[in-house]
């Protein structure tokens, strides 16, 4: 089953170039055709692609009353996955010695995230694009969301230790203008956390076209090397990688898809990647 997603409706698309190697769509080849969208693969770099793709105004249009109680209804499995994520990068022993407890968290739907991390005394914001769930968060959880992209909130210089960024890349239209932004607004010695669906996992390879992750929300699919090289051209250097997720739940026998976790986990074939980057 895949995950989450809005059926395309009458969207103006636009022709983009590679946000890694800047080739245009005569570079791009199809990889995946569904009815309404397909994904297309550079020759040049591997990154794989939605081209062309929705424009941004109809691009958020999608994040709306629906998206929201999708993301309240699950935000407490939302939430497990995230600290899971943070486990395998070895959040708890980073050092954040002559840092502000300052977190960002890009994506960040219904704040439960923020909210957990206000109760440890850390100073918290968040970016959400779905004007319920930014609402939600910040009357509820009195945690502090902006309702807008990243770019338009214009945060104050190096003004935060981590910024954390779970299932939001590969909804971006501009990615490179995503990271430039968080290398501005991140302190020096900083922390930025990316989770993103992983395109070199097992899963993609075997359910091909039906992959869980290929869906029309995701205007980009990454693979550890593409997102590694996207973050090295914006400032960006990793520092510590994980995957999770070899057989999705209620695909095969308990025990034969721990056999596969722990395989996927141990070669890097996960279906969901986490990624450490620091400024260079
Ligand atoms: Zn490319």
Not at 169 to 196: A, C, M, Q, W
């Amino acid at each position: 089953m895949k995950t989450y997603s809005k059926t395309p409706g009458n969207e103006e698309l636009q022709n983009i170039y590679c946000p890694i190697c800047n080739s245009g769509k005569e570079k791009h080849s199809l990889l995946y055709k569904y009815d309404a969208f397909s994904f297309k693969k550079c020759r040049m770099c591997s990154l794989v692609m939605q081209n062309p793709q929705p424009v941004f105004k109809d691009i958020s249009s999608r994040y709306d009353k629906e998206y929201f109680d999708y993301e309240i209804k699950n935000e407490n499995a939302f939430f497990s996955l995230m600290l899971m994520a943070l486990s395998d990068i070895g959040f708890d022993s980073l050092d954040f010695s002559g840092l502000p407890k300052k977190i960002l968290d890009i994506g960040c739907a219904t704040g439960k995230f923020l909210y957990e991390f206000k109760n440890k005394e850390w100073d918290v914001a968040g970016i959400e694009i779905c004007k319920e769930a930014a609402e939600y968060g910040n009357s509820y959880r009195n945690v502090s969301i902006y309702n807008c992209t990243l770019e338009k909130a214009l945060f104050p210089e190096k003004s935060f230790s981590v910024v954390h960024a779970s299932h939001l890349i590969e909804h971006l239209n501009n990615p490179v203008s995503f990271l430039k932004e968080v290398y501005r607004i991140l302190h020096d010695k900083g922390f930025f956390i990316i989770v993103t669906p992983n395109i070199d996992s097992f899963q993609n390879f075997v359910f091909k076209s039906g992959w869980r992750s290929a869906i029309a929300d995701h205007l980009f699919l990454y693979s550890l090397r593409t997102l590694e090289k996207i973050c090295n051209n914006n400032g960006f250097v990793l520092v510590k990688k994980g995957t999770w997720g070899g057989i999705p739940a209620g695909k095969a026998p308990v025990v034969i898809k721990k056999i596969f976790d722990s395989l996927a986990k141990k070669t890097g074939c996960g279906d969901v990647m986490v990624a450490l980057f620091r400024k260079k």
